[in-house]
């Protein structure tokens, strides 16, 4: 019996195999060349083959050695499904395929180290929104509205809403006249481009979602707003006009304000707004993590820190409570910007979040301009797996009993809820938008989905997940230069404006058969389940 | 549909003018019920202007609950108007077996109290009474008001007319104001509280059409004041919001139609009070109203103010002489009771107008 060690690895023990037709090779090599992750080589190997060459057949078999591409079998170069070689592939002679009998799990975790990747979860990816369909539909009762034809207002606020009582008016000559200053509240497009660093992203990602930002405002008049995630920015940028677009971040690790702080005085506008994070859906309870491989030299400026992991703690030092986070980072916040730009509040979703809304509601200050709830389904850069697989909350019913939270105090729409994690999953984010904003959402933030437009081309299959090695194959997720070319920005741009475009009709053929022009805010009547446990969690009508 | 209209006089006039005004919009099958609110008294109830007149449908036995319940509280009853009934066989009516129209005086310690006091009374009894007559099923109030009548039952509106004798002219029940609406009724259970006009504290309002900002209009007016319940219908938001804007907030009335159908954003950034119509419409946003409707309103003093949806989905016309002024949803009916009017001075108002008689009768008409 021939001898086998045990603990010997194959190609069968990974996620993805490689599936390579000698035949159709002709051994360019740019499979090899294209593979970031070193998992593809061109080896020799001692092979049978039958030929035959003469006009008759004259099959004649030998061996011989032969050049061809063989995957790795070590783990560190564990293929991950990207597809580059089959990308690059002139002959269609390599692709991977999924592998179903894989120990993957078992073997990554050698060295004592947790599984880190990115993207979504890969556990939690069942999607109640799907389950929700809009079934409240004029027909007869009253007229449908045109999509094409009538006019929309399609905006959602950002910054705290004062109640009706609280509004300083007083009637003088039959007019309502403002008395004193209220909090500063911007109406802007109900979907904000969510934070994605500088750092987690390349620097020409970012940029192109920049890009598209501008473009949507300037040229297809939707405000949308873009987060820019807790890594800085770029300096021209901060002083430019185009910072009017731009929400920015502070996170626990503050990376990046060093440079903000001190391009304050020469900014000539504005920022839209500023969104203080707190906690991310897709690992709540730990901060933001850049692996060392992707804090190239520009990033180390951004961010004024050496190459290292740069890990955020998972909470804000120095803040204990709801109370002294409105009192401090709040209050000190708004004051940077002399009260004129709303100042948001970006947490996980969690099993507390009513009790963190309802406890924000309350901000004797009105400085708390935005309640961002995030869900396990959201998207990250880089986490440790178990925190993305195994922790987070489902973000539908968490938005849903904020909402409900908010109504029963008559204080709903005072702080705008803004929900995010998984919108635009499958690619439908205008449906996911709306059935959000019926349940009581304000608007939608969406990030995921922008690296997709691009081109990233990961999913919630174990597809790729690499952002965090600094391997990205589509130059999206890393800074070396040389990956960083493949991503087209302008083209990558282009993209993501035309998805928001379809977005934005997508949503008016969601507004009009319910006889909506403006958002249908909690107007949870409109939405129809056949799912007995959905309606009754979501107080949605049940229909079977 | 519903049809709705609204007759504002400077003389007392019956309500049988009400139905003409209503009978000639009827079409196919609607018109499953007739409702009105009639203000400013004359007839039986002329003398009684100050003291609160309360209307009752009920059972004998919630007439003796609603009897005993006003007696410990210490109102004394004034004068009780029974309307005479015809019973003729084949009438398309579901009658209740009693109609109350009751005047009371206020209890004794509430005599010398504030305007403003005696108004939340009138509200809280009137939520107190609903409440029994709800719990025993045996009845309806429709308004504890002074000088406001409300009628409202279900069936062809000519029978609830050959019912009452509303057709008979015997001086007893005249007005000066009459808001009226033949009601179909197709997304709720035929319930007398979801037909309009709808009451609250000096404030009446009917609508036809449809509020499809129903649920949230309601979930954020259930906080705002006690007296905002029922929600039988959707047209109560309306009511709710006029109450609210004009009685709690005390904003001049051209703010009601910014709250209830605000200007788009891009046009609100073009006028000189945009500060002003941007918060009202980020504060109120729960308050605003979609879908097609029509709205007509009595306001405390007697005023009528009419206005549509923010589409112009559903009819109105406003018409009249120097004596008489009408609201209606369709031209016939205004033809059938003023028939010689200056039909050129009739207004259909557009989506962004509102229209307002005053007391003295003069027509007000803006853009919002």
Redesign the interface.
Known sequence: METVKTQDITCNDFSWNIEYRPERCTMCGSCVATCTFNAIEAVMERRSITVSTGYQPEPAQRHSAMPVIKQKKTVANACVGCGMCEKVCPNQAIQPVRNEDNRFNLLARAGGSPLKRGGRTNLSADRVLDKIVVGRI?QM???S?DSER??F?A?A?FGR?????E?P?A?QD?????TAK?PP?S?IYPVVFSDMSVGALSTRAWEAIAIATAYLNEKCNMPVRMCSGEGGMPVKLLKSEHLKYMIIQIASGHFGWNRIIKAMPHMITDPAGILIKIGQGAKPGDGGLLPAAKVAEHIQAIRGVPKADLLSPPNHQGLYSIEESVQKMHMSLNAAFKFRVPVAIKCAASATSVSVYNNLLRDPYYICGGFFLDGIQGGTGAANEVSLDHTGHPIVSKLRECYMAA????R??QIPLWAGGGIGMTGNAAADAFKMICLGANGVFMAKILPQLLGCIGNEHGRCNACNTGYCPTGICTQDPRLVKRLDIDKGAQAIVDYMLAFDQELKKLMAP?????L??????ALVTTDRAVADKLAIQYSC | MCRIGAIKSKHYFHPSQALRLMIPQQEGHDNSGFAMVIQDLGGVFERFKDKPLMSLACTQKGANMVENYMEARGFTALFEWVPSITKAPGLDIKAMPHYIFQVYDYPEHFRNSTKEAKEDLLLDTRLALRAMLEKEDQGFIYSFWPDVLTLKEIGDPRDIAVYFRLWDDTGDMIAKNIVVQCRQNTNYEIVRYAAHPFFIQGYTLCANGENTFYTKNKEYQRSLNRGYIGFESDSQNFLYTLHYVLRSLKWPIKYYKHVITPLPFEEIGKRPDKDVLTLIRQTLGHLEINGPNTIISMLPDGSMLTCCDSKKLRPVIIGGDEDTMAISSEVCGLNTILPNRNRELDLYPGEREVVVITPELEVQRWKQ
């Open positions: 004029s009762t009253d007229p509205l009538h006019s207002d905006l606020p809403v004062l109640l009706p009582g509004l008016f009637v039959g007019n309502l006249q403002l209220t509240v109406w109504v029963k105090q008559g709903q729409g319910i006889g909506n022009s403006s249908p805010v909690g107007r949870s009547d």
